[in-house]
């Protein structure tokens, strides 16, 4: 019997809170929280972050829900919901990253474009050694593209598609990545905020089913220093009234294909490459991932099928016509990197940003691109706040709190190396 509901939302670290509430509250809409959480740091420093309201009494905030949003969840006892907050007055709270990106298919929708979204999930997988250190999965014949017993001896990643199709949720593969254990995990397109519900529920899912198998499913963007980085590349496309894919302009995809809304994406993604960053690749553990010749999104660029870009448009076309940005990872709010990607690229469209030219070099050793993300998170932050145009697409508050939060994780980790710095992060990406 289902006695029990979770009521969760996902924070601006990443990290979902929530509370259990009884069966017989599973007929209200809504519970408080304190609002102040959006002041709490990783090592629960509190802090008088923006609208935080850490030094006015630390008041309420409230979470509200519709009652179908409701679903089962991976506990047998317990049904799950993602909410909205609202501040104490009952207005939408600026600081919602759920908000954002419905205020960001908003703006497309008056556009007379609905966007869908799919988003592909990289993670590595840890287990405590004798001495609760933690180490890499012992997966010995791990390699890209692995299946079977050889690249998961648990079988945790069983029991996680065993799940999710048991909730519905909408899986286009998991497979194991390039680096032993690194896993990768996609779900089908969707309409945006259903897509990131989606992707925020089956992560907390396949974390949690992981933990029973004894595995830390860590979505880190670079856990293992001598390993490869982990994504969360956003692929989005727009379907019209009619229902057809905007960025289609017939059966062929590709750059010899695009039409112009496809090149105004291009163009506002790029505009923007610099402020996107400290908004999507938001920790100091990020740009160990994002270097050059890392297949990141480090540098300003666009192509076509070509992995070593920032913004790769499908060679597809038709209803698979899409553009993937390949610069975010998991340690983004996924709901504030979905609406960041989908801001900037309306900016373009909306601001006529001219689109510099397709990237001709491998990406590895040579390249056309002149600009690049900053290299710590200190730059990307500063870059941040020098772009008020996508501040103020993504929301104000959101942003203010965001970059004030950042900037005091910069001075928490600027002494952090190796396990100390994963560690900073490791139990809440």
């Known amino acids: 019997m289902q006695d029990r509901l979770r009521a969760i939302f996902c924070d601006h670290l990443s990290i979902v809170r929530g509370k259990y509430l009884p069966h017989s509250k599973i007929a209200d809409s809504g519970t408080r929280f304190c609002r102040s959480t959006f002041g709490v740091h990783y090592d629960k420093d509190l802090l008088d972050a923006p609208g935080a309201m850490m030094m006015q009494g630390l008041p309420d905030m409230e979470l509200r829900w519709r009652h179908d ?167 989005f496309s727009f379907t019209e009234e009619d229902g057809g894919n ?56 666009w192509g076509g099928d070509h992995r070593n870009v920032t913004t790769r448009i499908s060679s597809e076309g038709g209803a698979k016509a899409r553009l993937e940005h390949r610069m975010a990872d998991a340690s983004a709010n996924p709901y504030t990197a979905t609406a960041a990607v989908l801001q900037a690229a309306r900016l373009g469209v909306e601001n006529g940003y001219d689109l510099p030219p397709i990237e001709t070099g491998d990406g590895f050793d040579n390249t056309d691109a002149k600009e690049s993300t900053a290299i710590d998170l200190r730059g990307a932050i500063a870059d941040l706040k020098a772009d008020g145009a996508l501040c103020a697409a993504v929301g104000p508050l959101l942003c203010d709190n965001h970059i004030y939060m950042k900037e005091k994780e910069v001075k928490k980790t600027k002494d952090l190396e190796g396990d100390a710095l994963r560690d900073f992060y490791v139990y809440f990406v």
Not at 254 to 264: Q, V
């Open 69 to 235: 949003e409701i679903r089962a969840s991976w506990d047998e006892r317990t049904q799950i919901v993602i909410g909205d907050l609202y501040d104490d007055a009952g207005a939408p709270l600026g600081l919602c990253p759920r908000g954002a990106l419905k205020r960001a298919v908003g703006d497309w929708r008056k556009r007379g474009l609905n966007p869908k979204v799919g988003i592909e999930l990289e993670c590595f997988a840890l287990q405590a050694d004798d001495e609760g250190r933690l180490a890499p999965y012992d997966a010995p014949g791990g390699v890209v593209y692995g299946t079977g017993p050889m690249t998961d001896p648990l079988r945790f990643n069983d029991a996680i598609w065993d799940m999710a199709e048991q909730l519905g949720f909408n899986l286009e593969m998991i497979t194991a990545e390039f680096d032993s254990p690194q896993f990768e995990y996609v779900l089908t397109f969707d309409d945006a905020v259903k897509a990131v519900d989606d992707i925020v529920l089956f992560r907390l899912m396949a974390r949690e089913i992981a933990l029973e198998h004894g595995i830390i499913l860590s979505f880190m963007p670079k856990p293992i220093a001598e390993a490869g980085g982990s994504g969360m590349h956003v692929n």
């Open 246 to 301: 905007a960025l289609s302009s017939g059966p062929r995809g590709g750059p010899e294909h695009m039409n112009d809304l496809a090149r105004g994406c291009l163009a506002g993604l790029l505009h923007h490459h610099k402020g996107l960053a400290g908004l999507i690749a938001p920790t100091a553990n990020s740009y160990q991932r994002l270097q050059p010749g890392s297949l990141s999104g480090f540098w300003q660029n």
